[in-house]
């Protein structure tokens, strides 16, 4: 054979193989990454666990007009007089809003729970709603409920009122106890969010400038005190201004307070010293005390249930040291023309959210 046909042969062999190798080639490229119709190559995108389950779990919406919903984000300025409705998808949804509306127990305010979501309506909004707002799934096992934390969703609302920065408030002079251990917030909270506020005592008249440290702002707090003490007591109020004439919040008496933590440190006191037959008893059960910590009193004595006793109690604040404030809670059990039944032991019990203390004493006849 002559050379020049051999080399054509194999030539041509070579250009056969590659045609094979491309042709393999693109039916591999149309299997993994098929084309669109512009002929661009499109790569198969595989779903996100994480992106599937953030969108089957409930979301804090507001209900628009003609069926249009809006997704809430951490803060949200609405206008007043509306009504507002929230919406929670779930089937055991829990709801939190401005405690005030608990409190006098506002008939503007609905919850109804259907099969897919709950929907919280508050009718005719003013400033005096502007809060927090929240909802989260309720999971319960057997007959024990309790809130998933993984599964809250909460929108701060402003209602936004030129005659109202100041969130108006029931109380016109309010207490904020100052602890050592604890910052203090002077709640003077807006309306409006761009709202520039200050803080002022009114005795010696001075501003009291947040610094950003010992003194900050957030103006759904209020002013917070880092580190109160008892140079912070006093009478304060707060200035904000949007345009125009500034506006004055209500006022602040601020109370140092320094007491142990802990069950009530009780004291019991008999009058008169000595009692005889006819006369009559009290038995004076005190405890000092946490201003904001309601103490409880129960009482047993010898003739419990046979003679008649009056009990009262009551609470007042006052002042121990200098510049300390307390709690001084009082239960006075009476009992009028003391018989022979009435003499014996008299147990006082009280009893705080930390604890309880039983202190007794016993009389006698003279």
């Known amino acids: 054979m002559k050379p020049w046909l051999v080399l054509c042969l194999a030539l041509l062999c070579v250009e056969l193989q590659n045609c094979a190798c491309q042709a393999v080639k693109r039916r591999k490229d149309v299997g993994e990454n098929p084309k669109r119709s512009g002929g661009r190559r499109e790569r198969t995108r595989h779903p996100n666990l ?22 809430l984000g951490q803060s949200t300025t609405l206008t007043p007089a509306r009504n507002l409705e929230l919406r929670c998808k779930g089937t055991n949804m829990g709801w939190s809003y401005p405690t005030y509306l608990d409190t006098f127990n506002d008939s503007r305010l609905s919850i109804k729970q259907s099969d897919k979501y709950s929907q919280l309506t508050l009718t005719s909004t003013s400033a005096a709603d502007t809060g927090s707002y929240s909802c989260w799934v309720i999971v319960c096992d057997g007959a024990e409920c309790h809130k998933d934390q ?78 109160p003490s008892p140079e912070h007591q ?15 919040s209500t006022k602040y008496q601020l109370l140092y307070v320094e007491v142990p933590s802990g069950p009530p440190f009780v004291s019991l ?12 008893i009290n038995v004076t059960c005190t405890v000092l005390g946490d201003p904001e910590a309601d103490v409880s009193f129960t009482w047993s004595h010898p003739g419990q249930g046979v003679r008649p006793a009056h009990i009262q109690t009551s609470w007042r604040l006052v002042n121990r040291g200098v510049g300390y404030t307390t709690r001084a809670s009082k239960s006075t059990l009476t009992v009028e023309d003391v018989d022979t039944v009435d003499f014996g032991n008299y147990v006082c019990k009280a009893k705080n959210k930390l604890g309880e203390t039983t202190v007794s004493t016993s009389i006698k006849p003279t």
Do not use: M, W
């Open 234 to 248: 006093g009478v304060f109020y707060c200035k904000a201004a949007l345009s125009g004439t500034p506006q004055v």
């Open 50 to 71: 994480s992106d599937r389950k953030g969108k089957s779990q409930s979301l804090l919406t507001q209900v628009l007009d003609k069926g249009r919903f809006l997704r």
């Open 150 to 227: 993984d599964r809250t969703y909460a929108s701060y609302i402003y209602f936004t009122d030129k005659d109202n920065i100041f969130v108006p408030s029931a109380i016109h002079f309010e207490i904020v106890y100052l602890r050592p251990d604890r910052p203090a917030v002077v709640p003077c909270r807006v309306t409006e969010p761009k709202a520039t506020a200050s803080l002022h005592r009114e005795v010696p008249p001075e501003e009291i400038p947040a610094n950003g440290t010992l003194v900050t702002y957030d103006p759904t707090l209020g002013f917070v005190l880092q580190r």
């Open 269 to 280: 006191e008999v009058s008169p010293e000595f009692v005889r037959g006819g006369e009559s």
